[in-house]
């Protein structure tokens, strides 16, 4: 299987990585991981420095743009090295992102090659912000997170992201809301009716 490692800067056709970051502490010894969580609910930072990758690019690269949140280039990177752990795709956003980490005590490095660059514009960077803005208390809005997800997969393969993707994905949960709680309940939850809806 293949892993997904995305950056904003050019490393290269090869990149070897040998540091890791601190990231939300899991408890290992469960499969799969689950999040610690600390006192008042507060999750705690990882005791060991590990390396974070996704299940696709598709996924590597929306990770990537959550956390730089530029337009610009992104370079996808792709290695076969198997990780160690895979958290839950119940906890956080990990299921969207599809979240697997190797424990860089336990690795001297990893290697990547490239495996693609595409170009991100700022309508992306906006699709992916509402997609955790909207979430309410959950981390990330799944019908959002995934339209963007599927849009990035068409950029990734052709280079052209689509946009109505995400707007049909908003129309498709107000509507939803909409058959379950009434039009005028809808308009206040979402503050008006989405372009393009019709009640017919």
Not at 49 to 78: D, M, N, T, W
Not at 90 to 109: Q, T, W
Request: hydrophobic share 30%.
């Amino acid at each position: 299987m293949s892993y997904f490692w995305t950056t904003f800067e050019d490393r290269g056709k090869e990149v070897t990585v040998q540091q890791g970051g601190r990231y939300e502490a899991l408890n290992r010894d469960t499969n799969p991981a689950t999040v610690k969580r600390g006192s008042r609910g507060i999750t705690p930072s990882s005791d060991i420095p590990e390396l974070c990758v996704s299940g696709s690019a598709r996924a590597s690269l929306f990770a990537k743009i959550q956390s730089v949140q530029r337009s610009g280039k992104y370079h996808i990177y792709e290695t076969t090295e198997e990780p160690d752990v895979k958290p839950s795709r119940a906890d956080l956003d990990f299921g969207i992102i599809e979240e697997f980490r190797y424990n860089m005590k336990k690795h001297d490095k990893v290697t990547f090659s490239k495996h693609q660059v595409v170009n991100v514009r700022s309508i992306i960077i906006e699709h992916i912000q509402h997609s955790y803005e909207s979430a309410g208390k959950n981390n990330v809005n799944r019908k959002y997170a995934e339209a963007v997800k599927n849009a990035l997969a068409n950029l990734i393969g052709n280079g052209t992201y689509p946009e109505e993707a995400f707007r049909q994905a908003k129309l498709e949960e107000f509507k939803e809301f909409a058959d379950a709680y009434g039009i005028e309940q809808a308009k206040k939850a979402y503050d008006g009716v989405p372009e393009g809806y019709s009640d017919e």
